[in-house]
């Protein structure tokens, strides 16, 4: 098992990686918790047992799940259980499940410790870890969260074996993007070594910038095009894959910047085509409209702010010439 920790001072909080980490709930539970409310979803294989009298709390599958009534639903049926503030709610899922159950926690008697065993690998390197938690609105997505760190993350990678290969795909597109915030020699990693490297990146982002003030905003890196393809819609594409052609334009454009040589660009190609994920932006897409969500909430006179390579590594950049943004399209269309 690999032990790694997100430093927040008082907040600190360990993170398990490796085969069986599910096992070691009990362990990890806040001290005096009497009562567990996991929350789960009915396609989820994975059962934990935190040792203590618990409850398993089911909400619907999907993305359209994470809702405002889901986290309605499940504070009332903690309400009638009679969970209170020295419990504990555990979150067993993918990102869907974690966000909605810490965010349910964040809120529930003004805050209760939860506690993230991540199922998915997009979940374990990414979403389980930091303390973003929300659901989606119809106007948008993650529009109602808050920051609620987890009282610890159990990352089980025995469970990724049982995912269906699209769903794991799904986070190699994430895993993609740590090849370019420092991880090196991911491809060399066993899955235990990738996925703990991972989650030490992001979480040595995460305590130098817990609220997002600015430097975390590089675990964005390739998420301006990636969420620009979802929200346009209409593709068969994970947010994983969507990210994964993000890297690509974010490379094509820092190098028509003069951010980064044409190496390293290719160096982009070869670290997505390894992880056999998509490169080029599907048949069929309008540029024009992609470029215009990439300014969705601002004007375009302010320009669009990138996470973009250079010497300094990844950073973010405001980019206000539209041209450009256009022409870096090219080689992906
Ligand atoms: N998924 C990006 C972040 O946690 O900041």
Redesign the pocket.
Known sequence: MIELSVALEDRSYPVLVGAGARHRLGEVLPSGVRRVAVVTQSSIPVEVDPGVDHRVFTMPDGESGKDLSTVEDLCRQWAQWGLTRGDCVVGVGGGVVTDTAGFAAAVYHRGIPVVHVATTLLGQI??AI?G?TGVNLPEGKNLVGSFWQPSAVLCDTEVLSTLPAREYRNGLGEMAKYAFLGVADLADLSLDEAVAACVACKAEVVASDER?GGR?AI??YGHTLGHALETAGGYDLRHGEAVAIGLIYAAELAHNLGRISATRVQEHRSVVAGYDLPMVIPPGSDPEQLIALFNRDKKAIDGVTFVLDGLNGVEPVRITDTDLLRQSMEGLL
């Open positions: 990414d979403a930091g973003k997002e975390r675990l964005n």
